[in-house]
């Protein structure tokens, strides 16, 4: 069965330190997002996208935020300088169409910051 | 604000049926009903969803009232693979708005 794919499954950084998630979406589908969960707390939606552009983002995903899919397979989560409070875990997600389809999740990457 | 109201918690006996709750009481008509589940360290995983009618499939069945603005997964036979966190979840435009979930405890 295919599935989503997350490197690295933990990632440690120092605060202030630039940070790349990656995420290896399954092949046919056509969105993509990223997710995240603090300890503890319920999964929040970050970014969607589709298209080569971001379709749609939350108040969560400021300027610090970045995605991208560089090339026909991976789909990254760039964090340019992080903060403690971007300690949590991040799943990467993707379907083949909207509304009333099934989102594929990846295992995520726990990303603590120190 | 929070799309969906789930109880946090939920047990059941193996072998019984479970019937989780979901109020989404600000949902509009396009609107898609979803639920996940997710395990300690895991993923979340796809249950089921439905628009308006009610919905099975070999995991579960969704019971959509007909006001749409409550739902309720059934668990046929809980086991004890099916411990886990269950989301009642909004997909609204392009996003997924999950609630706090309710985590289910299944007893031998």
């Known amino acids: 069965e295919p599935e989503v794919t997350q490197t690295p499954s933990h990632q440690v950084t120092q605060m202030g330190q630039e940070v790349i998630l990656r995420c290896v979406p399954i092949?046919?589908?056509?969105?993509f997002y990223w997710y995240r969960q603090i300890l503890g707390q319920k999964v929040e939606f970050l970014v969607s996208?589709?298209?080569?552009?971001?379709?749609?983002k939350s108040e969560i995903f400021d300027d610090q935020f970045s995605v991208e899919r560089p090339d026909g397979s991976n789909f990254t989560l760039k964090i340019r300088s992080t903060k403690l409070e971007d300690s949590a875990m991040y799943f990467c997600?993707?379907?083949?169409?909207?509304?009333?389809?099934?989102?594929?999740f990846g295992p995520g990457t726990r990303l603590t910051v120190t | 604000d929070a799309k969906t109201t789930q109880p946090n918690s939920m047990e059941s006996n193996e072998e019984e049926p479970v019937h989780l709750p979901c109020n989404h009481s600000?949902?509009?008509?396009?609107?898609?009903i979803h639920w996940y589940r997710q395990l300690p360290s895991q993923g979340p995983e796809y249950v089921i969803h439905?628009?308006?009618s009610n919905v099975n499939n070999r995991m579960a069945s969704l019971a959509i009232a007909e006001d749409r603005k409550s739902s309720t997964l059934i668990l046929h036979r809980a086991t004890l693979r099916d411990a886990a966190v269950y989301y009642c979840?909004?997909?609204?435009?392009?996003?997924?708005?999950f609630g706090t979930g309710t985590s289910l405890t299944v007893i031998p």
């Open positions: 600000t949902i509009s008509g396009t609107d898609y």
């Open positions: 439905g628009l308006t």
């Open positions: 979840i909004l997909r609204v435009g392009n996003q997924f708005y």
């Open positions: 092949s046919n589908h056509l969105y």
């Open positions: 996208f589709y298209n080569n552009e971001i379709s749609e």
């Open positions: 997600a993707s379907t083949i169409r909207l509304g009333g389809s099934e989102e594929y």
